[in-house]
């Protein structure tokens, strides 16, 4: 949740991360960089390969819910500073972080079209948009939930302004939740404490803390480029444009990054998570070759001069999206909560316009309504 002061302290005498590569080393390089090669401490190719190859080559998986050390700080992983001084002034002094009367106008408009879930089988992948970055993926035979967030209010933020699109009662089995980072809008504690304690949790370095403190008995820490396997489905951990903060003292304290699923006959569904523009696309789709779905944000963006570093705006997830090579994008992290200034149908408008522009086939862009699903055919 971007409207959280952020903290500007400095780290100090910070462990290396684990297992580092040249991709962590290199990850201060400009948003804007292109893609200068990769190399690293990487392995073999999954079993799950796609139709071109990977470079660098996989890792191989690492061992579920195993015990890990992690560095104290993960600041050396922003790819922008956090806002100093200057910057507080000019937003104290500017203020605005929702849009006027004008901008709330269109709630109603707001697309919603509940439904039941798509019937699937082991060899079926569908997704189904609760809202905000909360999705219902069906891969693999397997039930994942990313960022559940199923809470009508989340801390500092006014009410959710779509319901959810799927009941809680409607849910599968939930096979495995993956989390992108700990900010309040993607790690909800109160939809949390509704799962089982054996349910399988895919978090970032530095998370299991927060689970296992919650009795969380299933809990897999992965760091950047880092992979597990559940059932047959590859989650792959992968970087992102963010920062992480829960507290006024735990700032940068835990990893933040998206994740990549890739079920047995190789198909791929990226989750960006929460994610400013940048260099890491082209890395992700040079390492995962073959995405044939990307859920990428295109909400929160307003300000650019406060959010650009952290959140994508409609014209930068459309570039996102042939970045990492996706044949297809869902836009999502807007429509649900009132983040950022823009007004509220503002970035279902621009990623329709750009992704038009871009000359993409138009069936390609899957806008679901808050409640829509499809499936990959």
């Not at 890990?68 to 790819?79: G, S, Y």
């Not at 801390?155 to 409607?170: D, E, H, I, N």
């Not at 042939?322 to 509220?344: C, I, K, N, S, Y």
């Not at 992704?355 to 862009?365: D, F, M, S, V």
């Amino acid at each position: 949740m971007t409207q959280q002061p952020r903290s500007t302290t400095r780290p100090s005498s910070a462990t290396p991360p684990a297992r580092p590569t040249e991709d962590t080393r290199n990850s201060r390089n400009s948003r804007h960089t292109g893609d200068t090669g990769d190399t690293g401490d990487l392995h073999a190719p999954p079993s799950a390969s796609s139709s071109a190859p990977s470079y660098p080559p996989l890792a191989e998986p690492r061992p579920m819910a195993e015990h890990r050390v992690w560095p104290r700080t993960f600041h050396d992983r922003l790819t922008a500073p956090l806002p100093g001084l200057k910057a507080f002034a000019r937003f104290a002094r500017e203020g605005a972080v929702r849009p006027g009367p004008e901008g709330l106008v269109d709630i109603p408009r707001l697309p919603y079209a509940p439904g039941p879930l798509p019937r699937v089988d082991a060899r079926t992948v569908a997704v189904t948009w609760a809202g905000h970055a909360s999705w219902v993926v069906r891969i693999g035979g397997l039930t994942v939930l990313t960022d559940p967030v199923w809470s009508r209010r989340i801390l500092g933020t006014p009410a959710r302004v779509t319901p959810v699109g799927v009941p809680w009662s409607a849910l599968p089995r939930v096979d495995a939740v993956v989390i992108s980072h700990n900010h309040y809008d993607h790690l909800d504690a109160p939809t949390l404490r509704r799962l089982p304690r054996d349910t399988p949790v895919f978090a970032p370095a530095g998370l299991g803390r927060w689970f296992h403190r919650r009795r969380f008995t299933r809990v897999t820490e992965l760091d950047w480029w880092e992979a597990a396997e559940l059932g047959g489905v590859r989650f792959d951990f992968v970087p992102a444009h963010h920062w992480s903060k829960r507290s006024l003292t735990d700032t940068c304290r835990t990893l933040w990054g998206g994740w990549v699923l890739t079920d047995p006959d190789g198909r791929r569904v990226y989750f960006a998570g929460d994610t400013g523009y940048g260099h890491w696309f082209t890395r992700i789709g040079r390492r995962y070759p073959g995405i044939d779905l990307a859920l990428l944000p295109i909400g929160a963006y307003d300000p650019r001069w406060w959010l650009s570093d952290v959140h994508c705006d409609p014209e930068e997830a459309v570039r996102a999206a042939q970045d990492v090579g996706a044949r297809r994008m869902a836009p999502m992290h807007w429509g649900t909560f009132v983040l950022a200034a823009e007004p509220v149908l503002e970035p279902l408008t621009r990623v329709r316009a750009a992704w038009q522009r871009a000359g993409l086939p138009r069936e390609h862009l899957w806008d679901l309504p808050v409640g829509g699903s499809r499936v990959l055919e």
